[in-house]
């Protein structure tokens, strides 16, 4: 098989003098159907857009564009609404991408309640049987849930402050363990912006593995979601069988890379070949990912036939279009409320294929999220069989972690980095000092502190307190990506 | 292949000889401040491959009904109350398991702001369980030690 090895996607880098120049570009390209997320507010404001697909299909699949503001202040709240709710979108990523991210954002249409017959629940933080934690309120009147106030702060490891003055090498153990599940394209967005910053093009011998790391990576995820939402709604067999089937995958794992969650095999410039096992076998575990791929398909043939499966799931947890437009949700609770934004489609990075279909369904409840990531999974396990069927790890011996290159004065003093994580759009941004190459600073954009906004509104949307943990499933976010 | 068990994980730190209730053992997890790793493993006892209620582990959402304490992360200063109050709420005899580099030492953390990295002086914990995230078999021998007062592993090494 013949991989086509893409070139890293070019970035144009504008730089404007004063906020409301940069606003308004901002806001011109907003309005043309360009997807944004803020890198970072901090030192300035560096937002990242992405063009419409399809216009520039042989070079990139989406034209990328930096808007970095270097003066302050930075665009403040907006003074009026517009009609495409695109202003309140700049306010949410302001509010999450700041150094210390303003995690008690709500929609704007959040109102205090106070009311006679009103009860508030406290959840959490010490929740549930394994949980991270996180204090839900949980306002009800009656069954009604009313309004949802969510509070972190409890686990906050400070980890953007831990990697300041460190050589990206020396970050690179403690950006793995951001968020353990999606650790592997954590690293990778790191390694993108990294390669950016030196301009050293990751080894195209690596890009095939990297999305083999990537796609099972969000099989695991999302076989780990899917046990959970089953769990929610009481069905213990399927539970079990998902569970069954992510154990199965992570010593597939084991057993390629020499990690259940595949940590310290992607490092800037490709992969860390070193810590490959001397006996992966590519032929064994394709014969598991088959099976799980079988059985994955069966247990969500049986559940989409499961009468209170279904009930329990059908318009349940709707996520309000007033929030769509405004925080414009990512991953698969993007793709379940209509936004098809995948990031692994709009910029080429690895080498995924470009035909690369991702399902994208309206309901925006918590049955389409289930659709999104059965769906995925498929795909991910179908890519995972492909990469697997021309892999051979013996080819992979010569790439290394390569310090030298990565240390030193960076050829720009930024770098971006943005990928496709089990949970959705994952950017990475450094800054870089000009002589040592040491982080000056890192802005990290990850995909629940993006779509935890989203729960409280969508909870809060005419369910009773019986569906909140079937609800709270079926955004599969993690707590350690937000408050981090 | 080399084997996903850490032979060196489980580390007995305080042997207690009290009795303590064998058949039935209730588990009250709590994270405080885990980059969800640990979780994703602990979760999986529950998987049929390894199914903790072989055991008679269980796990209960109130502290009153738990035996064991598992906790997880780095141990945040923001954590520290929580923990006492659950600690605090479960009837004795009672154990905790420090699960995973984070609880043990805070592995890599330690030195962040508000990162304690240890339960010393909030709760006492009889056994520890190595590994970054320590894989589910390591965590069940984590548990059985802390109702065996020893490493199951040593039994095994006995009898070979
Ligand atoms: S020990 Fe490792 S896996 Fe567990 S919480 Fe800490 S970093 Fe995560």
């Known amino acids: ?484 | 292949m080399a084997a996903m068990s850490d032979p060196a994980a489980v580390e007995v730190a305080a042997p207690t000889w009290d009795r303590f209730p064998r058949r039935s053992v209730a588990l009250r997890h709590l994270d405080a401040g885990s980059c969800n790793g640990c979780e994703s493993e602990l979760s999986l006892l529950s998987s049929p491959d390894y199914d903790l209620t072989r055991y008679g582990f269980s796990f209960t959402p109130s502290p009153k009904h738990a035996d064991i304490l598992v906790v997880t992360g780095v141990i945040t200063e923001a954590m520290v109350p929580v923990i006492r109050q659950v600690f605090l709420q479960m009837a004795a005899p009672k154990r905790v398991l420090a699960l995973g580099a984070c609880a043990a030492d805070g592995g890599i953390f330690v030195g962040a702001p508000g990162v304690l990295g240890s339960l010393a002086g909030i709760v006492p914990v009889t056994v520890t369980v190595a590994g970054c995230p320590p894989s589910p078999g390591d965590i069940l021998r984590g548990l059985l030690a802390v109702t065996d007062h020893r490493d199951p592993r040593a039994f095994g090494e006995a009898m070979e």
């Open chain 1, 1 to 484: 098989m013949s991989t086509i090895v893409s070139p890293p996607p070019t970035r144009a880098v504008h730089t404007y003098a004063t906020a409301a120049s940069w606003l308004e570009t901002w806001s011109d390209l907003r309005e043309q159907g360009w997807e944004t997320v803020l890198l970072d507010a901090h030192q300035g404001v560096e937002a990242l857009l992405m063009g419409p697909p399809g216009r520039d299909r042989d070079a990139h699949r989406s034209p990328l564009v930096s808007l970095r503001l270097a003066a302050e202040p930075a665009p403040q709240r907006p003074a009026s609404p517009s009609g495409l709710d695109i202003l309140e979108t700049l306010d949410a990523e302001m509010r999450i991408a700041g150094e210390e991210p303003d995690l008690g954002w709500q929609a704007p249409t959040s109102v205090p309640v106070r009311g006679k017959g009103l009860f508030v629940y406290p959840l959490g933080p010490a929740r549930a049987d394994v949980a991270e934690s996180l204090l839900y309120r949980l306002a009800v009147m009656g069954d009604e849930i009313v309004q949802l106030d969510l509070s972190p702060h409890f686990k906050r490891r400070h980890i953007r402050q831990l990697v300041r003055g460190r050589s990206l090498l020396d970050a690179l153990p403690i950006i793995a363990r951001f968020t353990t599940t999606s650790n592997v394209h954590h690293t990778l967005a790191l390694a993108m912006a990294a390669e950016a910053a030196w301009d050293v093009p990751a080894h195209p011998d690596a890009a095939a593995t990297r999305v083999l790391l990537a796609e099972l990576e969000r099989a695991v995820s999302h076989l780990g979601d899917l046990a959970a939402l089953a769990a929610s709604t009481g069905l213990t067999v399927p539970q079990m069988e998902y569970l069954h089937l992510k154990e199965t995958l992570l010593r597939v794992n084991f057993a390629l890379f020499g990690h259940r969650y595949l940590r310290g095999m992607v490092c800037p410039g490709g992969l860390n070949a070193s810590a490959l096992p001397v006996d992966a076998d590519p032929v064994p575990a394709a014969e598991s990912v088959r099976d799980i791929l079988r059985s994955a398909s069966a247990i969500a043939g049986q559940l989409a036939h499961t009468p209170s499966f279904l009930d329990r799931l059908y318009g349940a947890g709707v996520v309000p279009p007033s929030a769509i437009r405004q925080l414009r949700p990512v991953g698969p609770v993007g793709r379940a409320s209509g936004l098809a934004l995948d990031v692994r489609q709009r910029l080429s990075y690895a080498d995924y294929p470009p035909d690369l279909r991702v399902p994208v369904l309206s309901r925006a409840d918590a049955y389409a999220r289930f659709r999104v990531r059965v769906d995925e999974l498929e795909q991910s396990l179908d890519l995972v069989l492909s990469r697997l069927s021309a892999w051979d790890p013996a080819r992979l011996s010569h790439l290394a972690v390569d310090a030298r290159a990565f240390s030193g004065p960076p050829r720009s003093a930024q770098g971006v980095g943005v990928v496709e994580a089990p949970r959705g759009l994952l950017a990475y941004r450094l800054v870089l000092d000009a002589d040592s190459g040491r982080l000056d600073h890192l802005g990290v954009a990850t995909p629940s502190a993006r779509n935890w906004p989203v729960v409280p509104v969508a909870v809060a949307n005419g369910n009773i307190l019986q569906d909140f943990p079937i609800i709270d499933a079926s955004f599969g976010l993690s707590v350690a990506g937000w408050d981090s």
